[in-house]
């Protein structure tokens, strides 16, 4: 059974570059672990290494990947699978907001290839390994949107749907084998990721945001307590507690008023 704990453990983090995966990063470096950080922006990662490896005696290696692309999904998961990763963070992921017909087809299919495909491939490969030795976790990162239908971010919010459902259940098969699997579905964070998907939260209240370094913390509290999903924060939690009580088209309507563009509520 894995410790979270344990000495010179090695995660692999994907989306290392920013954010979320960026706050996984930090975190887990000064608790000690070696780290392989994943993103397609080298010069980010090999900064963010850089941050890291000062005055810490831990082993920090970059590998630059897109992992919307066959080469560099097989560059991650051949790493998984060469040995030494206790942990993964599935963190890489983007969206993309507005109408479904006015996105291009074509970045909609590349996010269910980084949202879907790959995560899929890397938890393959990261748990194909770590149940031979009936240790290690894997985080799979959704949001809370997996929950309820998403209008104006359609394929993204279907894509972190599979993410809950698929880690859902690949947690009570990993369990015989001594590998924690976690689904991390958190709230609105400030990070890049509003910026590129095209979510303009602006006017959000400040309660709704939770800060990523708690995500993090209570992400690993989930993985050492071996829970199937964690949901970061009061109010997250009581949005998705609040769909499950209501007839389904109450949170659909709610999203499409919600995440409407602001030219077509102004039409």
């Known amino acids: ?63 630059p990947a897109d992992l919307g692309t066959h080469e560099g999904l097989g560059k991650v998961t051949d ?40 995560m899929t491939a890397v938890a393959h490969a990261a748990l194909s390994s770590m149940k031979e030795k009936h240790r290690g976790a894997i985080i799979n990162v959704a949001s809370t949107v997996a929950f309820q239908p998403g209008p104006y971010m359609a394929t993204y919010a279907a894509t972190k749907a599979y993410i809950l459902s698929f880690t859902e259940s690949l947690h009570e098969e990993a369990r015989q084998h001594g590998v924690a699997v976690t689904c991390l579905s958190p709230g609105p964070v400030h990070t890049e990721f509003q910026d590129i998907a095209g979510f303009d939260m602006e ?25 199937a999903l964690v949901v970061p924060g009061v109010a997250p939690k009581a949005a998705m507690v609040g769909n499950r009580l ?14 409407q563009p602001d030219d077509e509520k102004t039409a």
């Not at 992921?93 to 495909?117: C, K, L």
């Not at 939770?210 to 050492?224: I, Y």
């Not at 209501?246 to 309507?253: E, G, I, K, L, W």
């Open 1 to 63: 059974m894995f410790d979270l704990d344990e000495p010179r453990a090695t995660a692999l983090i994907t989306g290392a570059s920013s954010g979320i995966g960026a706050a996984f990063a930090r975190t887990l470096a000064r608790r000690g672990y070696d780290l392989v950080l994943v993103a397609r922006r080298e010069d980010r990662l090999r900064e963010l290494a850089n941050e890291l490896q000062e005055g810490r005696d831990i082993h920090i290696e970059v590998l």
């Open 79 to 118: 790493r998984i699978t060469t040995g030494g990763i206790t942990m993964v963070v599935n963190n890489a992921g983007f969206g993309a907001s507005g109408e479904f017909t006015e996105i291009p087809i074509e970045r909609q299919m590349q996010m269910i290839d980084v949202n879907v495909r790959a």
């Open 203 to 227: 006017e959000w209240p400040a309660f709704m945001f939770e800060p990523v370094e708690r995500v993090v913390s209570e992400a690993l509290d989930a993985v050492r307590a071996r829970r």
């Open 246 to 259: 209501v007839p389904r088209f109450v949170p659909r309507r709610l999203a499409a008023l919600l995440f």
